[in-house]
């Protein structure tokens, strides 16, 4: 299995500025992915994070608000850009290789005021 | 396009009783099935994953699932239930090959001494 490694765990941010998620994976990976996880919900599927080229995004959810970046196959990051409350979530990196399944990190928990 | 239903948000057993998670999914083409686990303030789990070898497939903690094309469904049993076993589970399906998983809502299990 691969371990993955997010920070913050954990922040409480004001409305209107931005943070950046960082996710570290100990070896290769193919594919990188982020979800949100809002309270009591299910996981969403922000956007696919591709190697040197821009995210594939999902319906609802745009790169003006949600910058990501993959420099190598390691390593990826997530910005929430300017935040509201309803931006309070859970948001987690994964990553997958050949076998198929996705590992999680143990998440970023946002709350925004 | 791929969906997932678990059937009941909230389950909840004896301790010692058996364990019954339902998941129904729908895939255009041959699904890859699994099933995480989330304790309180971590990250996901995999228990367990089917992808198109054998139909009974055993995970971690005790916990078997079996895939089910005909009824379209993967749920998830353990004959005899923890304390330790109490979180939310969340089915998830893909498709074959590096696409980003889709899950379901999740069912929270409740274990009752």
């Known amino acids: 299995s691969a371990v993955i490694s997010q920070k913050p765990s954990r922040d409480i941010c004001q409305r209107g500025t931005s943070l950046t998620i960082q996710c570290q994976v100990d070896s290769q990976v193919t594919m990188m992915f982020w979800y949100r996880q809002q309270p009591g919900q299910s996981l969403t599927l922000i956007a696919t994070a591709n190697q040197g080229s821009e995210a594939t995004y999902e319906s609802g959810f745009v790169i003006d608000k949600f910058p990501i970046s993959r420099p190598n196959l390691t390593f990826s990051t997530l910005t929430v850009s300017n935040m509201s409350p309803e931006d309070s979530s859970i948001y987690l990196c994964?990553?997958?290789?050949?076998?198929?399944?996705?590992?999680f990190g143990e998440g970023s928990r946002l709350t925004v005021l | 396009a791929q969906s997932v239903t678990q059937l009941g948000s909230h389950v909840s057993v004896s301790e010692g009783a058996l364990v019954l998670l339902r998941c129904n999914y729908s895939s255009s083409v041959p699904p890859y099935l699994f099933w995480y686990v989330q304790y309180p303030n971590q990250g996901l789990q995999l228990l367990l994953k089917?992808?198109?070898?054998?139909?009974l497939v055993k995970g971690i903690n005790g916990f078997e699932a079996e895939f089910k094309k005909s009824e379209t469904s993967f749920h998830l049993t353990k004959p005899s239930a923890h304390m330790s076993d109490a979180a939310e589970y969340f089915c998830a399906v893909s498709g074959p090959g590096n696409t980003p998983l889709v899950f379901g809502k999740g069912t929270r299990l409740s274990v009752i001494a």
């Open positions: 994964s990553a997958r290789r050949g076998t198929g399944e996705l590992f």
């Open positions: 089917y992808t198109s070898a054998a139909t």
